[in-house]
Every structure is written in C-alpha cells, then in structure tokens.
C-alpha cells in the first residue's frame, strides 16, 4: 500500500528542487537538451525532472536520515525509466523498442496519475518530449474562471493540455497545439485531439474534415465543431460544459452524459 503525502510535503521537496534547478523549473524557459535524471516517488511513480550537475547534491539530500520522507523517493536515469516503462507493458508492447519517457509533471496533480500519462504519451507531439509539463491553470488553486484561464496564458507559445474530472468522476480532456486565447477565429492544428478515460482510454485525432480545432471568446471555450454540437465546450463559470460528436475528431461524447458538471479542471504546458 502506498504512502500518502499532505500538499505541504510534497510542496517542500519539489521547492527544494526548484532552488537547485530553476532553470528546469522557470516557466517560459525552454532546455534544448533533453535531461537525463529524473527524481522518482518509488510508491506513486511520481517524477521529477533533475539536471546531471545537481544529481550529488540531491542524492545526498535523500540519503539524510533526518528527512522521514527523503527515503520514498530515489533518483533513476531516463535509460532506466524507459526499462521499467517497458518491463510493466503489454507483451505486444515489449517487443517493441520504448522510444518515449512517461511525460514528467513538474507541479502535483489531483487529477492525473501515471496510467492516464502512459496512455497519453503515445499521443504527444514530439516536440513535448524531454520537457516538464507546468501546470498554468488549476480550478483548485485558481478558482473556477475562464478570464482567469486566458490571463494565466496570455504571453505563452506552448501547447496545452486540459484535463477535466466531472462529478461522475469521468476523466476527459483535450490537447491543444496552441494555448488557449480570446480569438474571433478558429485556431490549432491538426496536432490537437480529444481524449476520454471512460474508463479505457481513447485519443480522437483531426479527422481532416474541418479546421474548427479551438474557438474561445470570454463567454466560454470550444473544442471542435461542425456538425451543430462541439467536441467539448466549457461556460464561462468553467462549470458546465459539453461534448458531442463532432466532424472535426469524429469523436464519441467524452463523459457518460453529452451535459456535464466540473467538478475538477486543470491545464499543463510544456
């Protein structure tokens, strides 16, 4: 049975972490090598990015006795985290050479653990790849407002990830090419696609049909569109929302109910 950690712990070791590396962990600050250490929570197979020059410093850090939580946590190289990645896939999926690393978030999160990132990974561009995912938006800490949303990614290029949990406890969400803005036109590209936990996995890639990737004006947000209902669509409030099938991902409703309630909202960048 797992360890449980109380948000201050976790919030003390990962700012730790921060002072050592800020170069890792600054947003907007883009590495153009990929980072070969990653720190892991052995319990939850949580991870964090660390750089090569700051590996003995860390390492005795979690080798002090004194920190009763530095002993839950060891540091592993990339290599080996694409071994034990590899090591708990399918049979099919082990004869197969494991190009990806499980994306590595830099801030906690409530709603996504390792078996939805693993599942995600496959989908990412690969230009996300080697970089740590910040989270910019969270409803638990910034509260529930699509203003608030636009303004904590005004000024990013990034693409995004919007993860959603609705009071079903349904898991669904979007990746975006292109950070989410007021536009008066549709934006994206055929690199944005849909994606629903319910309870298996499936990613709803462009069809090629349309072009209506992300719309958002101060209203509310839309994801995906053409045939009358979009793929997803959130109110202003970020506390309805929708999803149909749409011509642009030809994807099926991403919750148990095409009308839903949120109850959790987060979004990532890279």
């Known amino acids: 049975m797992g360890v449980a950690y109380s948000v201050g712990e976790v919030d003390h070791l990962y700012t730790f972490f921060v002072q050592w590396s800020p170069d890792i962990y600054t947003k907007g600050n883009k590495k153009q090598r990929q980072p070969r250490y990653l720190i892991r929570e052995k319990h939850h197979n949580r991870y964090l990015v660390v750089e090569k020059n700051k590996v003995a410093v ?3 850090l979690l080798n002090n006795p004194v920190n009763p939580t530095a002993k839950n946590w060891e540091i592993i190289t990339v290599k080996d985290s694409k071994r034990r990645l590899s090591l708990c896939s399918s049979e099919e999926s082990e004869a197969e050479e494991v190009d990806d690393i499980l994306p590595v978030l830099s801030d906690y999160s409530q709603l996504l653990d390792d078996t939805h990132l693993e599942s995600l990974a496959a989908h990412l561009p690969a230009r996300t790849q080697g970089y740590p995912w910040q989270l910019v938006y969270s409803t638990a800490i910034h509260g529930s407002s ?3 949303l636009y303004r904590n990614m005004a000024g990013l290029d990034s693409p995004v990830l919007l993860v959603i949990k609705d009071m079903h406890k349904k898991v669904f969400g979007a990746f975006s ?3 989410f803005k007021v536009s008066k036109y549709c934006y994206g590209t055929g690199e944005t696609f849909l994606f629903s936990f319910n309870p298996d996995f499936q990613a709803y890639r462009w069809s090629g049909e349309n072009s209506y990737f992300v719309s958002g004006n101060l209203e509310s947000l839309q994801i995906g569109g053409g045939g009358g209902g979009f793929g997803l669509w959130l109110d202003a409030d970020l506390y309805h929302g929708s999803s149909f099938s749409c011509p642009t991902f030809r994807n099926a409703p991403l919750s148990t109910q095409k ?6 909202l987060e979004v990532w960048t890279v």
Do not use: E
Request: no cysteine.
């Open 58 to 60: 860390i390492n005795k």
């Open 146 to 148: 699509l203003k608030t």
């Open 177 to 179: 090419s292109d950070p």
């Open 259 to 264: 009308d839903f309630i949120v109850q959790d």
